[in-house]
């Protein structure tokens, strides 16, 4: 037996053994964590006719907070002991070093998927971000709703929020994770974990927006990175980066040979005096 065809049997045993290994992991997850995730549901629609209350108690519906402007949703509860606040700490680190700015440029809609919070908790969980937040449009901007189980299921389904609650502790198991929805309340992306590059949300929110609230900066930035869905990231496009180093080298070639006849004339004509 050749030593290529060891290793290549090696290989395929480590392989099958990674899988396997895998798959005993899958399947020995707890019980209460088999159905809980974050599954992408790009160009999904949020049902705009959904019925929450906001902070101050009154009756809103979610197409109501949505006019021209993109918008980041976080589904968390208030009285988590630890995930959701890390989720909004994430996004509230993220959003203070944005130009952008909330209640003018983009929107934040955060609702409670417990249905036994009431307004008085989203009141006292605002006050405490737009504390944080700092500017005055964030008052405008920044909605913390609470709602009817039917509806938060609802809403936390159409985006692929799949979250189950422990009546042992009396808390919900869920995903870390917000969305960037479009004005018209389609899912444009999804940014996992706890911790968000202010860059990338920076550009998901420009895509959200067609390019409305763009600078020239932006868009040449769209043009190098592209979004990859499987880590919620946007990536280098190092063929988009090409062409542009490739134009910018044109443009360097052209403007040198312009300025070297431009001096050889003006030389010439010293010269010819």
Not at 5 to 22: K, M, P
Not at 27 to 41: H, I, M, S, Y
Not at 139 to 151: A, H, I, K, N, V
Not at 224 to 231: A, F, K, Q
Request: proline share 4%; hydrophobic share 40%; charged share 20%.
């Amino acid at each position: 037996m050749t030593q290529k065809i060891q290793i290549g049997i090696v290989g395929l045993i480590a392989f099958f053994a990674f899988h396997g290994l895998f798959g005993q992991l899958q399947n020995t997850r707890p019980e209460g964590l088999k159905n809980v995730g974050l599954d992408q549901k790009l160009n999904s629609q949020v049902p705009m006719d959904l019925e929450f209350s906001d902070s101050t108690g009154r009756s809103v519906l979610l197409g109501d907070l949505f006019n021209e402007r993109p918008v980041i949703l976080t589904l968390v509860y208030y009285e988590c002991p630890m995930l959701c606040t890390m989720v909004l700490n994430g996004t509230l680190k993220a959003i203070r070093t944005l130009e952008f700015t909330v209640g003018e440029d983009f929107d934040i809609v955060t609702v409670s998927i417990d249905p036994g919070e009431t307004p008085g908790l989203a009141a006292e969980k605002k006050a405490q971000y737009l504390d944080s937040y700092r500017r005055e449009s964030g008052s405008r901007g920044w909605y913390f709703l609470t709602g009817e189980e039917d509806q938060i299921r609802q809403l936390a389904d159409s985006v692929g929020f799949r979250y189950e609650y422990n009546e042992e502790t009396d808390q919900f198991a869920h995903a870390s994770g917000i969305m960037v929805l479009t004005p018209q309340g389609r899912v444009a992306r999804y940014f996992y974990g706890i911790d968000y590059s202010p860059r990338d949300l920076r550009l998901g929110l420009v895509e959200a927006a067609s390019e409305k609230i763009a600078s020239p900066v932006d868009q040449l930035l769209l043009f190098c990175y592209h979004y990859d869905p499987s880590t919620g990231k946007y990536r280098l496009a190092i063929f988009n980066l090409l062409r542009v180093a490739g134009v910018l080298t044109l443009i360097g070639i052209g403007w040198l040979i312009f300025y070297l006849v431009r001096k050889e004339r003006r030389e010439g004509a010293v010269a010819q005096t």
